[in-house]
């Protein structure tokens, strides 16, 4: 049973630059959430994705955009990049509106922004 | 003051001791507790997931929540070389809603 896939595993873009990072969730999961870890933090919610439409969302600028296919896979965009944009992008998945709806991590995808 | 807390470390003990890590947290509203583990540029791996108030065992790891104090623990007892990694804790109100992450706490296990 393969879980979170992530792709790609590392990324260098320079500023200004756009970026699409990729997910595909855990078997039998729904729901896609991304975050954005910066270097010594924990991971910060950028947004969340069910049924193809976002669902919550962090507090993140309009920069960061999504989408869910509906295969439940999921593309995080991020436009006119900045350098504190630097950070590992981690993508989780979940069963939605179950009691137990933890989440799986993938290894994440790692930007550079220069 | 931030939403969730936690002891940044670097935590080191030999191998063979107690851990405790510890998260404080403000809103008294969250139920549901997990613990992480992260691997150097690696995803996080669940390792326990509590709710409410509590203790929780699973194998040499136990979750404890005080929810009175805002309070949560995750105790590794004969901890090995190998729990050497950053441990975050998390939290969310309800099912459904997105997680709330610690700073996270940087642990070695000294052979």
């Known amino acids: 049973d393969a879980g979170v896939t992530q792709s790609p595993t590392h990324l260098i873009k320079t500023r200004g630059q756009q970026v699409t990072l990729r997910c595909s969730p855990k078997?039998?999961?729904?729901?896609v959430s991304w975050y954005q870890q910066a270097l010594g933090q924990g991971p910060q919610f950028i947004f969340q994705?069910?049924?193809?439409?976002?669902?919550q969302r962090g507090n993140f600028p309009d920069r960061f955009s999504g989408h869910q296919f509906p295969n439940y896979s999921s593309e995080l965009n991020v436009n006119a990049l900045l350098l504190g944009d630097s950070a590992l992008y981690l993508c989780?998945?979940?069963?939605?509106?179950?009691?137990?709806?933890?989440?799986?991590f993938g290894p994440g995808t790692r930007l550079t922004v220069l | 003051q931030k939403e969730v807390e936690q002891d940044p470390g670097p935590l080191s003990v030999p191998e063979g001791a107690i851990v405790s890590l510890n998260c404080t947290y403000s809103?008294?509203?969250?139920?549901?507790f997990m613990w992480y583990r992260q691997y150097s540029r690696k995803g996080p791996e669940l390792l326990m997931y509590?709710?409410?108030?509590g203790n929780k065992e699973d194998g040499r790891f136990t979750a404890q929540v005080d929810k009175s104090s805002k309070y949560i623990s995750l105790f590794i007892r004969d901890s090995q070389p190998s729990d050497s990694a950053t441990y975050l804790c998390?939290?969310?109100?309800?099912?459904?809603?997105?997680?709330?992450f610690g700073p996270g706490t940087r642990l070695s296990v000294l052979p």
């Open positions: 809103n008294s509203a969250f139920q549901y």
């Open positions: 509590t709710y409410s108030s």
């Open positions: 998390a939290m969310k109100f309800n099912y459904g809603q997105n997680f709330v």
């Open positions: 078997s039998g999961h729904d729901t």
């Open positions: 994705y069910y049924e193809e439409e976002e669902r």
């Open positions: 989780a998945s979940s069963e939605y509106g179950i009691h137990t709806d933890t989440q799986y």
